[in-house]
């Protein structure tokens, strides 16, 4: 079948809508995830052990089983008990729920990095543990650990693809209806790989940048 430029600026502007629906995707699962991946890690860390060991579970349950899985089980299972999202919100949830184990282990190494001195300057200056959380440790723990996760979120971005399978219209479930369609896939398709190839090198552009600003990422 050879290359049609007049069928692919035909079909470039429902392409153009499915990258608007992944970046969302992406920015808001990855928001998502940090913010459950900092819950995660600082409950991990609770004096009470039932909560620490509950939570440690939850995490490893969570990336022992696989993204499409869990995109699945709060798509299509979570109605059969009342509660019916949106596809885009119940793959922004999967996304960051599934990447927020991920990036606990993140904020758990930066934290311990955090020199056991400051712990105790904290301590000896009566700060309480909100203050020295939020005026100590954290802001020491978090900008080393920058660099990782956003490696984690490019990661992201590239399994977008599968909210293809909850009915999300990202990239891939675009191309693919276009395809369907018209019969003719090279095109669409080739313009999927094209897209996340200029993305992904504008994203590991701005990693290199973060592991200079920020320190390397351990490999």
């Known amino acids: 079948m050879e290359w049609d430029w007049e069928f692919v600026w035909q079909i470039m502007p429902t392409l153009l809508q499915g990258v608007k629906i992944t970046i969302l995707a992406t920015v808001l699962g990855a928001a998502l995830a940090a913010v459950i991946g900092l819950a995660i ?5 609770s004096p009470n ?10 995490a490893e349950f969570i990336r022992g089983t696989p993204l499409l899985v869990q995109l699945y089980f709060i798509f299509f299972v979570l109605p059969d008990i009342g509660i019916l999202l949106p596809p885009l919100v119940a793959g922004v949830i999967g996304l960051g729920l599934h990447y927020g184990t991920y990036t606990a282990e993140v904020y758990r190494a930066g934290i311990e990095n955090v020199p056991r001195g400051q712990w105790e300057a904290a301590k000896a200056c009566n700060l309480s543990t909100n ?3 939020t005026r100590i440790i954290l802001p020491q723990a978090i900008p080393p650990m920058i660099p990782a996760l956003a490696n984690y979120f490019i990661a992201m971005f590239k399994e977008t693809p599968l909210l293809s399978a909850i009915t999300v219209l990202e990239l891939m479930n675009q ?4 395809a369907n369609t018209y019969y003719r896939y090279v095109e669409p398709m080739t313009l999927v790989g094209v897209f996340f190839l200029i993305i992904s090198l504008f994203s590991v552009g ?13 490999r």
């Open 41 to 45: 890690a600082l409950a991990r860390r």
């Open 49 to 58: 052990r039932m909560v620490s060991r509950s939570v440690s579970f939850f």
């Open 131 to 133: 203050q020295t959380w």
């Open 175 to 178: 191309a693919k209806s276009v």
């Open 206 to 218: 701005l990693l290199r940048w973060l592991e200079r600003r920020y320190g390397k990422i351990e």
